[in-house]
């Protein structure tokens, strides 16, 4: 069964061709950003993360970028694969005890043949 | 296959009601966390638990409440249950306490409120 909302916005593309996601957060005071995949009738998966004081980095084919005077982070996929369908969305955290994680909607990836 | 297991699957209960969802963290993971999942909220943090205590709370409701147990698996009651509770609730569950601990997620509970 489906997971997740069916009203996300959708990201549809060609396999082979790069993907990029966006996510605007919300507390310029967010020291920490994951990517989680979530496939359908699945939990969020860990993707890849990025520290506050980092502006990219980079895994296997996946790369997060952070820009924080604009509070945006970006998740690029290489060489999209059908395997890549699914929704993707950020999360935000401060390190501090008191502080919690605070997840993005989320958009859905569609990989066309 | 995360390691984390949740029972049951699928619940379905009517108003006012309660349920008990249940937790196995995977093997060496003293973190508990509970999420909800719902269409129009997305995935919000519910609390966490640490090595049996509680560590965080986030947006969960007064007639919710979760315990982790002397052999680490965890259990979330939701009473008095409403339509809205109508969800997937995740459990995750990581090694350490800190939020910078990769989180591991299991299959969910998708929970029907009639």
């Known amino acids: 069964g489906e997971s997740v909302g069916l009203h996300l916005p959708t990201l549809s593309v060609q396999e082979g061709d790069n993907s990029i996601i966006n996510c605007a957060y919300s507390?310029?005071?967010?020291?920490?950003f994951i990517w989680y995949k979530q496939e359908s009738g699945k939990g969020p998966q860990f993707i890849i993360d990025?520290?506050?004081?980092?502006d990219k980095r980079q895994g296997q084919r996946v790369t997060v970028l952070l820009n924080k005077t604009v509070k945006h982070l970006s998740l690029q996929i290489a060489a999209t694969q059908p395997g890549d369908s699914a929704v993707y969305f950020c999360?935000?955290?401060?390190?501090?005890?008191?502080?919690?994680?605070?997840f993005g909607k989320g958009t859905r990836l569609h990989i066309l043949p | 296959d995360s390691g984390v297991t949740q029972t049951p699957k699928h619940l379905i209960t009517a108003t006012g009601q309660r349920v008990t969802l249940r937790c196995s963290p995977r093997?060496?993971?003293?973190?508990v966390y509970w999420y909800q999942q719902s269409l129009d909220q997305g995935l919000q943090f519910l609390i966490q638990?640490?090595?049996?205590?509680?560590?965080a709370k986030g947006n969960i409701l007064e007639r919710f409440s979760a315990q982790q147990f002397p052999d680490l698996h965890s259990e979330l009651n939701l009473s008095s249950l409403e339509l809205g509770d109508s969800a997937l609730y995740f459990c995750?569950?990581?090694?350490?306490?800190?939020?910078?601990?990769?989180?591991?997620f299991g299959p969910g509970t998708r929970l029907t409120v009639l």
């Open positions: 995750a569950s990581s090694p350490g306490w800190g939020l910078e601990n990769e989180q591991f």
């Open positions: 507390n310029s005071a967010s020291d920490y």
């Open positions: 990025i520290r506050s004081n980092m």
């Open positions: 999360a935000e955290m401060g390190l501090n005890r008191d502080d919690k994680i605070i």
């Open positions: 093997s060496g993971d003293l973190s």
């Open positions: 638990y640490y090595n049996g205590e509680e560590r």
